[in-house]
């Protein structure tokens, strides 16, 4: 069936380093995907999307790529900074989001 | 600001009784989902309404009931049916169906 998952359920990264973080997709006519932050307590939170036309959408320190040949999406943060530590989601967006489980980063001062 | 509303924060439900979540939007938007979070998961779609008076079944509708009697509010009832309903409930919209939903900050239901 359709499934979209992340690679790691956590992430620790040092301040100040890069984040990297992964996601896979099952479905190959997925042409619609969003990275979503969440802190604890609170709703998801928009961060990117990127739809199957494009392989790199750039925002404010995050960038999303895309690999349809292999279904799979990452998300990089720039210069990660402590408010970045959250639960991350990848989703595929129709008409439900179906997510993983997120990846949870934690930022080391 | 324009945003989503949803209400109470903390609900506690006794056995046998029917519970409502709020959940109401002014960014004019015409699709409403519900989703159930479990500790460690993601999220689990339980109804969505694309339009006023429209309502679909998600993947886990059994034990709960929605009504879209308004653009505005799209309420979701925990019902003694759900046997399991201890979880943090989530109430997004969206333009339609194509665009990002924006998520409320959710309500935690817990069983008494």
């Known amino acids: 069936g359709e499934s979209v998952g992340l690679h790691l359920p956590t992430l620790s990264v040092q301040e100040g380093d890069n984040s990297i ?6 479905n190959s006519a997925s042409d619609y995907f969003i990275w979503y932050k969440q802190e604890s307590g609170k709703g ?17 320190r995050v ?9 799979h999406l990452s998300l990089q943060i720039a210069a990660t900074q402590p408010g970045d530590s959250a639960v991350y989601f990848c ?19 | 600001d ?4 949803q209400s109470p924060k903390y609900l506690f439900r006794k056995e046998g009784q029917n519970v409502t979540l709020s959940c109401e939007q002014n960014l004019n938007h015409d699709a409403m989902y519900w989703y159930r979070q479990d500790p460690g998961q993601g999220l689990r779609l339980i109804y ?4 006023v008076n429209d309502f679909q079944k998600g993947d886990i509708a059994e034990g709960y009931s929605v009504s879209r009697e308004k653009k505005e509010s799209f309420p979701l009832t925990v019902t003694s049916a759900q046997k399991n309903p201890t979880a943090f409930y989530l109430c997004a919209s969206s333009t339609d169906r194509r665009q990002p939903q924006h998520f409320g900050d959710g309500t935690r239901l817990s069983i008494l």
């Open chain 1, 21 to 26: 973080i992964n996601c896979a997709y099952s």
């Open chain 1, 44 to 60: 998801p939170q928009f961060i990117i999307d990127i739809r199957s036309n494009m392989d790199k959408r750039q925002g404010q």
């Open chain 1, 63 to 71: 960038t999303v790529l895309l690999n349809k040949t292999v279904k």
């Open chain 1, 91 to 109: 989703a595929e967006n129709d008409y439900k989001l179906s997510f993983g489980a997120g990846t949870t980063v934690t930022v080391r001062a």
């Open chain 2, 2 to 5: 324009g945003g989503i509303t």
């Open chain 2, 48 to 51: 969505y309404s694309q339009i």
